[in-house]
């Protein structure tokens, strides 16, 4: 175990060493950004000092020494447009994006965990079928034109809840939440269902299919032999074997609600991570996108040895190689 | 295709399953309605949205047909420039498509490639394929595609080079893994014994035992790849607004979904829904059929 964990460990530095060589190339060979830095009509003096500035006089290699240690030190430069510290813009942002996506997956699991484990008790009913074809639905949608639909029928429309914007925050722990006040709330429900929507439908495909394996094995029947009712077989002994391999997802389906976000705050207006790299990209404010880039990196990677780990620490039928 | 070979295959438990499998044969019903739609629809349409001598200002904004205000000319209704929603859905569903299906089969290709020299060659080559897989599996498509794009700038062909990169990785793990176990057969060490060149090897034996999985795989991407794209020209950064995807129609119809026009942007989206719907009801049947583990 403890050898698995250092192998892991070492992995994980390497990834993001990785994924920083990968964000420096791709910046340097795009577009030079001395001409966001500079006025229309800089002279060629205040050109080149804008380069020296922004070390564009080094070579390249001199350059990535520059940036990883820079990077290393939590120093990613200043945005372009904001003119404050890339990484201080993320981490303003940050809470509104976990808010969204926590709501997501909570919504994700509620919905899903009774609708997947209903199917896959009983596979062969009508309900099933429409549970599957729901999902299957839900998987063939363009997350965000759910996003539009939900804001033409709900706030054009209807006039129920606020089309975009994040509404009244209040402060819990230093952490700026919404959904402790009724405003709150009413703008946070759009944004979050329209989130939720992809990783409900995956949720349920793999829950149904989980529980179909779990049903045909023998603790099942012999927990229905000494008596356990309909419930206690597929809730205590069904479902909470068949919850195991969702940790493994768990990693994924973060990933994907942060990947999604990006277009559900963009349709939604809703200040977090995700519209901020939208409009980072827009606007070519490389600092940021860079910021976003390897913090994103850091988490999924942080995540996903977590989620390993503790596998292998709930199922102890695991044998970690 | 022999008479014979047809009437195999005609009898074979596939075609027996599909018969009796409605939701495959819905889901062939929409693609094919689809691959009618993407040949021959801009014939049937009565505008090309995209030759201006052929739009009028005066009909922009439409409703559809049955609505008040309705044009019977324009059954989905017009855009701000008076182009037919409908046949911009038609022109936009053969972008989309194309995008899907040439993405699917470079990154087919390019990743069997990888999986089948890796699983073989081993050592390595095998370590350096897979930790490049492992990095990018490590961010979730849409992201990595996001910032491809954002590097690259708007167009058709940035786009299929950014969905490659993403779409690669499923197919080399999946061949990696399936060569991994055809090299220990025994057919295998027989025809290395007779002194068959590794490429023969590869062409005759391998890729013909590892293509099954793929072909799951192939299906349910190229849907994939359409939500991606759509999600990639929303923003703003996959076509280019002379080459409007559907989800570049969606994102057109965004900016004036406020104002109450609905059909501009809600039909696109119905139609991507349907496209996807359809090639994932026939991947859902071809992976329980061709993956005998799961019945």
């Known amino acids: 175990m403890f050898g698995y964990v250092i192998k892991r460990a070492f992995q994980m530095v390497l990834v993001l060493w990785a994924v920083s060589v990968l964000v420096f190339v791709m910046m340097s060979f795009t577009g030079d950004p001395t001409y966001m830095m500079v006025p229309l009509d800089a002279t060629e003096e205040q050109i080149a000092q804008a380069r020296r500035l922004l070390g564009l006089d080094h070579s390249h290699l001199t350059q990535y020494r520059l940036f990883l240690k820079n990077v290393l030190q939590g120093d990613f430069g200043r945005s372009f447009v904001f003119r404050q510290p890339a990484n201080s813009l993320i981490l303003e942002r940050l809470p509104a994006t976990l808010e969204i996506v926590f709501l997501a997956m909570a919504i994700a699991l509620v919905v899903a965990i009774p609708l997947g484990v209903y199917a896959g008790a009983n596979p062969k009913r009508a309900g099933s079928h429409a549970v599957m074809a729901g999902s299957l639905v839900g998987i063939s949608l363009p997350g965000f034109w759910v996003g539009m639909v939900l804001i033409f029928v709900f706030a054009v429309k209807l006039q129920l809840f606020p089309s975009s914007g994040r509404g009244p925050t209040q402060e819990v722990f230093g952490i700026r939440v919404s959904f402790l006040t009724w405003e709150g709330l009413r703008h946070i429900i759009l944004p979050a269902v329209t989130l939720s929507i992809g990783t409900l439908a995956i949720l349920m495909r793999i829950i149904r299919a989980e529980m179909m394996e779990v049903m045909r094995q023998d603790f099942v029947r012999f927990a229905r032999a000494k008596g356990v009712g309909q419930r206690g077989v597929l809730f205590r002994h069904g479902l909470k074997n068949a919850l195991i391999p969702l940790v493994t997802v768990f990693g994924l389906m973060l990933g994907d609600l942060i990947a999604f976000a990006t277009l559900t705050e963009t349709i939604f207006a809703w200040p977090g991570i995700g519209k901020l790299l939208v409009d980072s990209i827009y606007r070519g404010d490389r600092p940021v996108i860079v910021v976003y880039l390897m913090f994103v990196a850091l988490m999924f990677v942080v995540v996903n040895f977590a989620v390993d780990v503790l596998y292998a620490l709930i199922d102890p039928r695991i044998k970690i190689r | ?295």
């Open chain 2, 1 to 295: 295709m022999s008479a014979s070979t047809l009437d195999r295959f005609l009898a074979s438990e596939l075609v027996h399953n599909y018969r009796r499998n409605l939701p495959a044969v819905i889901g062939s019903l929409i693609v094919l309605g689809f691959a009618f739609t993407v040949t021959f629809g801009p014939g049937l349409v009565a505008q090309d949205p995209y030759d201006i001598a052929q739009l009028e200002l005066m009909d922009s904004f439409k409703p559809p047909a049955w609505l008040e205000g309705g044009d019977p000319a324009y059954w989905l209704g017009t855009d701000g420039q008076g182009r037919d929603v409908l046949a911009s859905i038609v022109y936009g569903t053969r972008i989309s498509l194309f995008i899907g299906l040439t993405a699917m089969l470079a990154s087919c290709l390019l990743g069997t490639t990888l999986g089948i020299v890796a699983g073989f060659h081993g050592g390595w080559l095998d370590a350096v394929i897979m930790r490049i897989a492992d990095i990018q599996l490590s961010f979730p498509s849409v992201l990595t595609a996001l910032f491809l794009m954002s590097a690259f700038g708007t167009g058709i062909e940035k786009v299929l080079i950014a969905l490659t990169s993403v779409g690669w990785v499923v197919y080399a793990r999946t061949v990696r893994g399936s060569t991994l176990r055809e090299k220990q057969r025994e057919y295998i060490q027989a025809a290395r014994v007779s002194g068959l060149p590794n490429w023969k090897i590869i062409l005759r034996h391998i890729l013909p035992n590892v293509l099954t999985p793929i072909i799951v795989v192939a299906t349910i991407q190229v849907g994939t790849f359409v939500l991606i794209e759509a999600s990639l020209s929303f923003l703003g950064v996959g076509v280019p607004i002379t080459k409007p995807s559907l989800g570049l129609l969606i994102k057109n119809g965004f900016d004036v979904l406020f104002s109450g026009l609905w059909w501009i942007s809600v039909f696109p989206g119905l139609v991507i829904m349907l496209l996807v719907f359809g090639i994932n009801l026939l991947g859902d049947f071809l992976r329980d059929e061709l993956n005998p583990r799961l019945k």
